[in-house]
């Protein structure tokens, strides 16, 4: 059973208060949706929780499985289970997939990084890229350089499903696919949920709810929990938006 406890979290960014005082958790099973206008601070939550150097926390805690990450490197928080899907992956010339695949897969068995890794791998990485209908040829691409917005945020989910984390952020994993393209992200959403993992999906469109229901919704607006419920809020929001969050 995995968990992840945000609590009471400050956080400033360049000297200025994005979180002020945000509270969650998310465990084995659960699918927790963060949504919330732009600008809201739903990035800084995700990346703060995966350690981002220059999100300073000053207040509050992250809790894995019961045990403060604060002190933790952002490679020791992955190393540990946590998993980040970039709202807008970086270019990684000369980082191939299956090289960082190898390399993680080393790191975590104690091996020398650039060694070779396990043949098996291969397969697997073939195979989550399949999933989210990417070719092959992508296992040997430099990750995200001249890809399309789309496909940068698949090879993100795909990386999900080779590395296997308990705890899985994705920060707007449905911005830039079609329709096609959010169904079947929404279906691997639910694969992972069904696998036992925690997710903490974040998006300002409720379309992907249409896929797949969340079981807590939690709604940021100025750096503050606006609003929590369950599937119904996405509903909510889908049909009227973020307005109710101005005039309440
Ligand atoms: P969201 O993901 O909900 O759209 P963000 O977490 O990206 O929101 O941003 C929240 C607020 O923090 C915004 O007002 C944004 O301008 C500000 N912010 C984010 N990153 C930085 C930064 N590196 N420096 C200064 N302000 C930032
Ligand atoms: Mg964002």
Sequence with gaps: MASLEVKDLAVRVEGKEILKGV?????SGELHAIMGPNGSGKSTLAYTIAGKPGYEVVSG????????ILDLDPDE????GIFL???????LPGVRLLSLVNAVYNKKKGLPVTGRGDP????????ALELVSLSTEYANRELNVGFSGGEKKRMEVAQALIFEPEVIILDEPDSGLDAEGVRSIAKIIDGFRKEGRALLVITHY????????PDVVTVLYKG???????????????NEGFSFLRVN
């Excluded at 409720?206 to 229901?213: C, D, M, P, Q, T």
């Design 77 to 80: 928080r992955a190393l540990k």
């Design 61 to 68: 805690d992250i809790l894995l499985n019961g045990e403060s």
């Design 206 to 213: 409720a379309r992907l709810f249409s896929f797949v229901e």
């Design 85 to 91: 899907g970039f709202q807008d992956p970086p270019p």
């Design 120 to 127: 098996r791998l291969f397969k697997k990485v073939v195979q």
């Design 224 to 238: 503050r929990v606006a609003a929590r419920g369950g599937a119904e809020l996405a509903r909510r929001i889908e």
């Design 23 to 27: 509270s969650l958790k998310v465990s």
